[in-house]
């Protein structure tokens, strides 16, 4: 069974940077795409940034210039380094990831709060 342990949130006013962490309980090499998604308040979850096996990202255009997703596959993490902050990206922050087989495994998610 595969579990994600999601670290790093927190309150930072806005334009500061957070760093977030997903630890993952196997090799993330069992893992076709490493994705981070947020759900701000009352609205619905939307994906953020996503990396694949080989390295090859995207990033919504909200956060594109100032998150950046990386994986370390020694320690079986994927990461997301957010800078310059903004009120809007507030919101729970998961990590998913999508083994060989297609099957989606979601963190319980960490809470990023930007304060004005």
């Known amino acids: 069974q595969v579990q994600l342990v999601e670290s790093g949130g927190g309150l930072v006013q806005a334009g500061g940077s957070l760093r977030l962490s997903c630890a993952a309980s196997?090799?993330?090499?069992?893992?076709?795409?490493m994705d981070w998604y947020r759900q701000p308040p009352g609205k619905q979850r939307e994906l953020v940034a996503d990396?694949?096996?080989?390295?090859?990202?995207n990033y919504a255009d909200s956060v594109k210039g100032r998150f950046t997703i990386s994986r370390d596959n020694a320690k079986n993490t994927v990461n997301l380094q957010m800078n310059s902050l903004k009120t809007e990206d507030t919101a729970v922050y998961y990590c998913?990831?999508?083994?060989?087989?297609?099957?989606?495994?979601w963190g319980q998610g960490t809470q990023v709060t930007v304060s004005s």
């Open positions: 990396i694949s096996r080989g390295g090859n990202t």
């Open positions: 998913k990831v999508t083994d060989y087989w297609g099957r989606d495994y």
């Open positions: 196997v090799s993330i090499f069992r893992f076709n795409a």
